[in-house]
């Protein structure tokens, strides 16, 4: 796909994209009955809704802190005041499964020479404990937060951090995300954006979007050229790792 051509790094949003947020619920469901899938909808609404509106109130937080405030909500909303249950949900954040195509598709992209990186809301810690605990650490070469800049997505100031520990020009970075809003974000800063729209949603009506929307991180590769013929070990023409 020509809109990928010379692509020299690959950027990912964490969560909802390499990680599966609504796992976070995964040892309490049981708990929690039929209001689980309710709980964890609007504790992943108010998370987001949290990080825009501070960030347009310039009250900055980070987002273990949004994270937790977005949860209080949700467990009040539902009347569920319940500390155990706060504390297993908030250490179970930091558990996340990842989805099972990212790390075929990290993989593959590193065989190919290409730059890997995280690009998150998350804190330092946060992500630390996501990338170590998923089994991700070796097949990422970059984690960035935006606890750098104190904003979050998607201010530009978050995706220029790409751009400056990277060092490649904009317009020669790949961002994947699920998140529309993050896709569009990433479009207007340069990005060359592939959306991984995993659950079949509308596309968002903001005048930047993405250059492409795949079903799953297992498509990326190919768009980039990372295909079978150049990583298959057994084809003697082959190129070499780089």
Known sequence: MSTFQNIRACVFDAYGTLYDVSSALENSRK??????????????????????????????????????????????????????LRRE??????????????????????????????LSNGTPAMLKAAVENSGLAGLVDVVLSVEEVGVFKPDPRVYQLAVERLGVSAHEIG????????????ASFGFRVAWINRFAQRPEQLPFGPDVELTSLTELPNILGCGARRLDPERKDEEPDK
């Open 89 to 118: 949900l908030m250490e179970a954040y930091l558990h996340l499964n990842c989805y099972p195509d990212a790390p075929e598709a990290l993989r593959a992209l590193k065989q190919a020479g290409l730059k890997t990186a995280i």
């Open 175 to 186: 961002f994947q995300s699920s998140n529309a809003w993050d896709a569009a974000g990433a």
């Open 31 to 84: 708990r929690l009955g039929a209001q689980a899938d309710t709980l964890s909808a609007l504790w992943r609404a108010k998370q987001l809704e949290y990080t825009w509106l501070r960030s347009l109130m310039r009250r900055h937080a980070d987002f273990w802190q949004v994270t937790q405030d977005a949860l209080d909500y949700a467990l009040d909303s539902l009347g569920m005041n319940d500390g155990a």
